[in-house]
């Protein structure tokens, strides 16, 4: 942070109660005066060449704008490459489960037993009335039914694609959208108020309707099951052919077809709605920009026309753009990945881009008109230069960490804002300093015209220097009327031992509240967060959270090795094994399926011993053409099983919470289990976040903070301050993310980058003001504190209101990635400007 030549230039106007002498410190300006002297040399060329500087970074800017022809326009993205850990176990139990059972959609389809996501259509239907099970209700489903299964959709060459082409198949027949209407319509006459849920024994075979009924009513128990009595809603799912990738285009442009007709909606599919909201955010980006224009001008406009900084400021946003032009220009021309999230970076960029305007500016009017252009060039950029470079140091180092973060999404918008953020500095210090230099080029040429003895145009003259825009000092410097407030007023009442008291209480409540909220806070991302609020995914979803979340992912139970299902013994340990799961709180234990069990009770019957090896791998096939559903489930061969399933039915994990507890508990029966065994789920992939999420903040968090430390170390000549910056960066992280559990903000990988911004942007604002206040030669603590808010102050503040102004355009945006980033990102100014301005100057009054 820059530092007035003559710190003690200027007289106290209200002097603070007197304090005991403030003890020296060490400094480490092994660095700070090599750059300091490097920068004044930057800037005495700067102003010596202004044009130079000025128009080498525009035409480098065009060069590399070039780079976005490559933006993806109607790319889909991958949510699950993105937004789900790399190399969680979930993939790695995938490729197993894809390596060892093999699925077949165009004969047996099965959706339990797929390894992966499979196409599909689903059509939630609600009753108005008590319940659904009506005829007449049941009659009008039907006929929606019938109407899904007759549309078709035709190919680019006019060749039409049917149904009953893409649907997933059992045998010859699609697989039933609901197996309850499904037997309905077969048979009408049939009494929807004897129908058992959540299994159903129709004729020897039994229908699995948990899943496809929600909001029920359940009577007398039927054995393990209960009389549905009433349901407020059913679910239809339309299962497309998936696994050959001819089928699965085809059954894509179905689905297109299907939500056109359905809903009129322009969105493909689930996911295809993140990337077109990219799309609609430029206008946001525009809007915020627009925003930024007004605000600058309005912070930086003076009366007095000569020193107006009005344009200075404007080019300032100029500059901010012009570096997220050339940063994203690179990072697409490289081939980095667009995601969704990257389209947050540019109100980042902005705000940080105009905070070291504001202390380039700030700098510049504390120089006196009397020096050439480039003398105030070179002092300038000699007091700014560890302010601005420590600044985006520590940015980019906090953004370049989160490449050590397991979610892609993550990964990517790291590189593209920590590459911009470098960007945004090279204009800073030449094309910006360049304008600013041309700027007092207008000064001199004002002051020229207005010393002119000419009085036709005297009234005007004096209009153009109105003085009440600023107030001189000693040496004829421009005292911002702000930094007479932080001087004059708000520093002597903040440094009075009441305000102190109320500081501190204020904190330890601040403290007391972020911390509950830290153990509050939900994780994961779920995916209708990834939609628009205005797309079809949402309604559907809150839909499902009413009515379908009893009942969780039927997930499966491998057993990985060889092992002697023959043995008694081994069947004991494996039967202990499933018990185990059963009598987890997660688990329903009536809802469990193992060939096994159907295997031991077809040998029992067929009086055939289980013991024996070889009577119990004859039997096998016979088996399976009886049972021909557990085809899948054996990875069999002449001579040994080599793997196999069974299955089990979790409740209860509605809650991103109970889908953590869940994962990890299932994996750890698994691992105690002394037979080798696994379990999987297609949604583990997406599950897997939960527990991944903390671990990965916690590391980003660490890692960048460490970094921050070091860097302050080596470039801040005063260690005590290095502590209390790191101090604060601890303090804000934990009140944002105490109070994204009382704004409704879960912990993910979307809050995780923002998390990343708070540390740099914390450390940002406590290192300006520690910083000037471990500096200052004044002899008691107190005016110390009030000589560091009259110096920086003020461009904190502005940096604060700036920030919130450009983020907050997205407060209205529809999806809630964006809204998330403004929260997060209003949080992190709030408290860290509270830091800045008003904890970390009252607590260094104590030490």
């Known amino acids: 942070p820059f530092q007035p030549t003559n710190s003690t230039r200027w007289p106290f106007h209200r002097h603070p109660p007197t304090e005991t002498v403030h003890r020296t410190r060490c400094h480490t300006n092994c660095l700070e005066k090599p750059l300091s002297r490097a920068f004044q040399r930057l800037g005495w060329c700067v102003g010596s060449h202004p044009w130079v500087f000025l128009l080498v970074p525009i ?38 489960v894809q390596a060892h059972f093999t699925t077949n959609d165009s004969y047996r389809f099965s959706s339990t037993r797929s390894s992966s996501e499979t196409n599909f259509a689903s059509i939630l239907v609600v009753s108005n009335t008590e319940t659904l099970l009506e005829s007449e209700i049941f009659e009008e489903v039907s006929k929606l039914d019938q109407a899904v299964q007759t549309l078709s959709v035709r190919k680019e060459n006019g060749a039409p694609i049917h149904y009953r082409e893409v649907c997933a198949k059992y045998r010859t027949f699609c697989v039933p959208s609901n197996p309850l209407l499904y037997v309905w319509q077969r048979n009408k006459s049939l ?19 948990a899943g496809f009924f929600g909001g029920n009513t359940l009577g007398d128990a039927v054995g393990q099951n209960h009389l549905l009595l009433e349901t407020k809603a059913m679910r239809l799912l339309y299962y497309l052919k998936t696994e050959v990738k001819e089928d699965s285009e085809q059954s894509k442009e179905w689905l297109v077809h299907f939500l056109d007709e359905f809903y009129n909606l322009k969105e493909k599919f689930l996911t295809c709605c993140p990337i077109q909201e990219c799309y609609q955010l430029m206008e946001f980006q525009y809007g915020s920009y627009h925003r930024k224009f007004h605000d600058f001008s309005l912070q930086i406009y003076r009366f007095d026309c000569v020193r107006n900084k009005m344009w200075v400021a404007i080019f300032g946003v100029v500059s901010a753009a012009f570096a997220v032009v050339s940063g994203f220009g690179l990072m697409l021309y490289i081939g980095v990945p667009f995601v969704i999230i990257v389209a947050n970076s540019p109100f980042l960029i902005l705000g940080v881009g105009v905070d070291d305007m504001f202390i380039m500016i700030s700098a510049w009017q504390k120089t006196s008109l009397m020096d050439s252009i480039k003398e105030r060039m070179a002092s300038v950029y000699g007091k700014v230069a560890v302010s601005i470079t420590i600044t985006t140091i520590t940015n980019v180092l906090a953004f370049y960490t989160g490449i050590m973060s397991s979610f892609r999404s993550v990964q990517y918008f790291c590189i593209y804002t920590g590459t911009t953020l470098l960007f945004c500095y090279f ?3 030449t094309c910006f300093g360049a304008f600013m230099a041309l700027d007092g080029k207008r000064e001199i040429l004002c002051l020229r015209w207005l010393k002119k003895p000419d009085q036709k145009y005297s009234s005007l003259k004096k209009a153009c220097c109105l003085p009440f825009s600023s107030v001189p000092d000693e040496q004829g410097t421009d005292i911002h009327p702000m930094n007479l407030f932080f001087r004059d007023y708000f520093g002597p ?15 330890i409540l601040y403290i007391i509240s972020s911390i509950y909220g830290c153990f509050q806070v939900q994780e994961g991302l779920h995916l209708r967060n990834l939609a ?41 340990k494996l039967e202990k094994c499933i018990e185990n799961f059963k009598e987890n709180d997660y688990v329903d234990r009536n809802l469990t399926e193992f060939w096994l069990h159907t295997y031991m009770d077809y040998m029992k019957r067929n009086g055939q011993e289980p013991n024996d090896k070889d009577t119990f791998m004859n039997s096998m096939s016979q088996f399976l053409r009886k049972f021909p559903v557990f085809t899948y489930d054996i990875n069999i061969t002449s001579n040994e099983i080599i793997s196999s399933r069974a299955f089990i039915q979790t409740v209860g994990v509605s809650s991103s919470t109970n889908k953590k507890i869940m994962l990890l508990q299932l994996r750890e029966t698994a691992e105690k289990c002394e037979i080798p065994l696994m379990v999987y789920n297609q949604a583990f992939i997406y599950f897997d976040q939960y527990a991944a999420i903390i671990e990965n903040t916690v590391r980003n968090i660490m890692v960048a903070s460490t970094a921050m430390f070091i860097v302050s170390l080596l470039l801040i000549p005063h260690p005590m301050c290095s502590l209390w910056v790191t101090f604060a960066i601890a303090s ?55 000589e560091a808010l009259y110096l920086l102050g003020y461009p904190v503040l502005q940096s604060a209101i700036s920030t919130i102004i450009g983020v907050c355009v997205l407060a209205t945006a529809k999806a809630y990635i964006f809204r998330t980033f403004f929260k997060i990102m209003f949080l992190v100014m709030v408290f860290g400007a509270a830091h800045g301005l008003i904890f970390i100057p009252v607590f260094l009054t104590f030490f």
Not at 79 to 89: A, D, M, V
Not at 191 to 209: G, V
Not at 493 to 507: A, G, H
Not at 749 to 757: E, F, Q
């Open 191 to 209: 009494d929807l108020k004897t129908f058992t849920f959540p299994m159903h024994n129709f004729k020897n075979h039994f229908i699995y309707l």
């Open 732 to 786: 804000v992280i934990v009140g944002v993310t105490g109070f994204m559990a009382f704004w409704n903000v879960n912990l993910d990988s979307i809050s995780m980058i923002n998390l990343v911004i708070c540390i740099g942007f914390s450390f940002d604002f406590s290192a300006h003001i520690s910083y000037a206040f471990v500096s200052s030669t004044k002899t008691s603590v107190n005016q110390k504190s009030i």
């Open 532 to 572: 628009s609020d205005d797309s079809y995914i949402t309604p559907y979803f809150n839909v499902e959270e009413d009515y379908f979340s009893d009942y969780g992912p039927r997930v499966m139970i491998i057993i990985t090795e060889s092992i002697n299902y023959w043995d008694e013994d081994v069947r004991e």
């Open 427 to 429: 204009y800073n210090i």
């Open 59 to 96: 035409l480098l800017t065009a060069a590399l704008g070039i780079g976005f022809i490559y933006l993806p326009k109607e790319e889909e993205e991958n949510l699950e490459e993105q937004y789900t850990p790399i190399g969680s176990p979930a993939k790695a139990e995938r490729r197993f």
């Open 493 to 507: 009442i903040l440094t009075r031992t009441m305000s102190k008291f109320f500081v501190v209480v204020i904190y």
